[in-house]
């Protein structure tokens, strides 16, 4: 199976702090990204997506950049609640014959109070 | 909005037979569904993509004969693990993407925990 890296990293931050979940991707020909939260047991949840031609979108408390110079996204989380304890991914489109939807490696998020 | 369904979230088996998991999308049709997997404290894993009324398109390393996979319809496909072993215990998701969507319109169902005894 095609995945983009295999290491689960952990980010710790005290409730009501801004968060910053980072991603690096790896096909240059992706033209769309999307963030999904993954809460134990269940399947991805979409948070917020972004554009090949975009630099910047913000959703509520959410806001995703991206870096195409260095394939790089981030996903900011601004005031960050208990609730948003999960672990995040980032996943990029690949567009050609039939789109896919490959996944980045994944941050754990953990809230503390 | 759209719902995946997949069933059953969770089942044990024996080893050496094999399990069927159904992925159906309830309010939208989907030419194409994917199916990942997942071990614990790893990111999904993208297998095959499935498109209705064609074969499956299975991503390098993923055994065809071992994962079958079937799109019979524009909201139903089937993933059969066949002579399950404990190796094969994981976290299946499926997705379907909606007809007529632009990039995107992916949605996924809530997993089907695989445990091979």
């Given amino acids: 199976g095609e995945s983009v890296g295999l290491h689960l990293p952990t980010l710790s931050v005290q409730e009501g702090d801004n968060s910053i979940i980072n991603c690096a991707y790896s096909n240059s020909a992706s033209d769309y990204f999307i963030w999904y939260k993954q809460e134990s047991g269940k399947g991805p949840q979409f948070i917020i997506d972004i554009r090949s031609n975009m630099d910047k979108r913000q959703g509520q408390r959410v806001t995703v950049l991206l870096n195409k110079t260095v394939k790089h996204l981030s996903l900011q989380i601004a005031a960050t609640q208990p609730g948003d304890s999960a672990v995040y991914f980032c996943a990029e489109n690949i567009s050609g014959g039939y789109n896919k939807l490959i996944f980045g490696a994944g941050t754990r998020l953990a809230v503390h109070p | ?117």
Wanted: glycine letters at 8%; hydrophobic letters at 35%; a neutral charge.
């Fill in chain 2, 1 to 117: 909005g759209a719902v995946v369904s997949q069933h059953p979230s969770w089942v044990i088996c024996k080893s050496g037979t094999s399990v069927k998991i159904e992925c159906r999308s309830l309010d939208f049709q989907a030419t194409t569904m994917f199916w990942y997997r997942q071990f614990p404290k790893q990111s999904l894993m993208l297998m095959a993509t499935s498109n209705e009324g064609s074969k499956a398109t299975y991503e390098q390393g993923v055994e065809k004969d071992k994962f079958l996979i079937n799109h019979a319809s524009l909201t139903l496909s089937t993933l059969t693990v066949t002579s399950a072993h404990p190796e094969d215990s994981s976290f299946y998701i499926c997705s379907a993407r909606e007809l007529g969507q632009g990039a995107g319109g992916y949605t996924f169902g809530s997993g089907t925990r695989l445990t091979v005894v």
